[in-house]
């Protein structure tokens, strides 16, 4: 059984937490568009795994944000999420991390 996936806001900064596959991404799909008004950044440090679906969770946030006007940036991506992206051959600024 998959761990849940849960997510809150503060300020710009949209926080998952949890897992972020097939069997958790529905509940933020439906919510995706007030989830990501006026996020900037999305913070990944407290996901514990995503799979493909969580992937494309993920690419559509970004989109979604991208519409919105701002630039998005991932905070706290894993390397195998960066692998998972890799091995779909994506294009880099798809999945923007956040730079210190």
Known sequence: MAETLTWSREDVRLILRGELDQETV????QQ?????SGVTIIDL?????????GLAMLL???????????R???DGISDK???LAKLYNLPADLLPVTTS
Request: aromatic share 2%.
């Open 72 to 74: 998005i940036n991932l």
């Open 60 to 70: 559509h946030l970004v989109h979604i944000g991208q519409q919105g006007g701002n």
């Open 45 to 53: 440090n407290a996901v514990d795994r995503v799979d493909t679906s």
């Open 26 to 29: 529905g509940a933020l799909w």
């Open 32 to 36: 995706r568009n007030a989830a990501m």
């Open 81 to 83: 999420l960066t692998t």
